[in-house]
C-alpha cells in the first residue's frame, strides 16, 4: 500500500515491488487521512505553533527539544483512539464513499 505519489511509483520501485513479488493494494489517490500518524503530526505541529516563546534553533531552546517535549505531552489516549479507529476508517473508505476523502478525525473519535 502507498499513497500514489510520485517516488513510490518510480520505475525503480515497480521494479523492486514485482521481482519481489509484492502486489499493491487499491488505495486512492490522496489518501494521507487515513495514515493515524498523519493525524499525531498535525497535533504535534498545533502544540509546537502555540508554545511562548516560539522555538528557535539555538541549543537551548530549540525546535528539536521542543518537538521532543510535545510529542511526550501527546496523550496516549489520542494514539490509542486513532488506532482503533482504524477499521471504521478502512470502512469508511472503501465500502462508503468509494475512494473520496473520509470524515475528519473528530468523527473517530
Not at 5 to 34: K, Q, T
Not at 35 to 61: C, E, F, K, M, Y
Not at 82 to 94: A, E, G
Request: glycine letters at 4%; aromatic letters at 4%.
Amino acid at each position: 500500500m502507498d499513497d500514489n505519489c510520485r517516488p513510490h511509483r518510480a520505475n525503480m520501485v515497480e521494479d523492486l515491488l514485482f521481482e519481489e513479488g509484492i502486489v499493491r493494494m487499491e488505495w486512492p489517490v490522496c489518501s494521507p487521512d487515513m495514515n493515524p500518524i498523519d493525524h499525531v503530526w498535525d497535533t504535534l505541529g498545533r502544540q509546537i505553533a502555540v508554545r511562548q516563546p516560539p522555538p528557535t534553533n539555538s541549543p537551548r531552546t530549540g525546535k528539536e527539544r521542543a518537538l521532543l517535549e510535545e510529542w511526550d505531552r501527546i496523550p496516549q489516549l489520542l494514539i490509542n483512539s486513532l488506532i482503533d479507529s482504524m477499521l471504521q476508517r478502512c470502512s469508511t473508505l472503501l465500502l462508503a464513499v468509494r475512494g473520496n476523502h473520509t470524515p475528519t478525525e473528530n468523527d473517530f473519535l
